[in-house]
Each structure stands twice: as C-alpha cells, then as structure tokens.
C-alpha cells in the first residue's frame, strides 16, 4: 500500500501565500512524476503543476509565476508554493503520485485526500 498525506491548506486573503506539502509513505520502489491537482466547485479537476523525479517541471498557464513546486525525493516528498493568491485559486488540491511499488513493481495511480484552499477577495 502507498498513501499520500497533504497538508498547508487553509483561509488566506487574496495577495497571501500558502505552501501545501504531500508525503509519500508505504511500499514505493519510485515515483514517476508527482502533481498537484484542484477541483473547484462544479468545474473538473485540473493540473496545477508536475515536476519529475529529474526536476523538471511543468504549470498551468494560470498559475505561472505564481506557483512553485518542488519536490524532495529522499523525503518522497512533494511541495507547492502559492504567491499571489487570487479568489479563482479557491479549489480543492489534490497531490498524484504513480508509484511503482516495492516488491511486486506493480504500478498504482496514488492520490491524496486533498486540501481545501480558501482565497477571500
């Protein structure tokens, strides 16, 4: 079994900053690409940013030069940094994780609980 826990989200004025934080536990031999996600209510849910075991990254034309993701692969561990909040950032985020997991190498498709972001005009 393979989890993800996340946590930073929470209430901020727009203009604010909040950082979420994803973590990986369980049987992981590797992560591939890890991925913020958010839902807004009744819009579908979309890709925010990804970055790869290797560093690279990719966003959402929406969120570029506001957002920053990175990740700590020792920690399997991945972060969001959001600056300049708008209310249209208000959405549920989820982190993604297709892992690879120990002992079997079966490949499992990991999502966290997500985390509500809140931004008040």
């Known amino acids: 079994q393979v989890q993800l826990v996340e946590s930073g989200g929470g209430l901020v004025q727009a203009g604010g900053s909040l950082r979420l934080s994803c973590a990986a536990s369980g049987s992981i031999f590797s992560i591939n690409a890890m991925g913020w996600y958010r839902q807004a209510p009744g819009k579908q849910r979309e890709l925010v940013a990804a970055?790869?075991?290797?560093?690279?990254?990719n966003y959402a034309d929406s969120v570029k030069g506001r957002f920053t993701i990175s990740r700590d692969n020792a920690k399997n561990t991945v972060y969001l940094q959001m600056n300049s909040l708008k209310p249209e950032d208000t959405a549920v985020y989820y982190c993604?994780?297709?892992?690879?997991?120990?002992?079997?190498?079966?490949?499992?498709?990991?999502w966290g609980q997500g985390t509500l972001v809140t931004v008040s005009s």
């Open positions: 970055i790869t075991s290797g560093g690279s990254t």
């Open positions: 993604n994780a297709p892992t690879v997991v120990a002992g079997t190498g079966g490949y499992l498709e990991v």
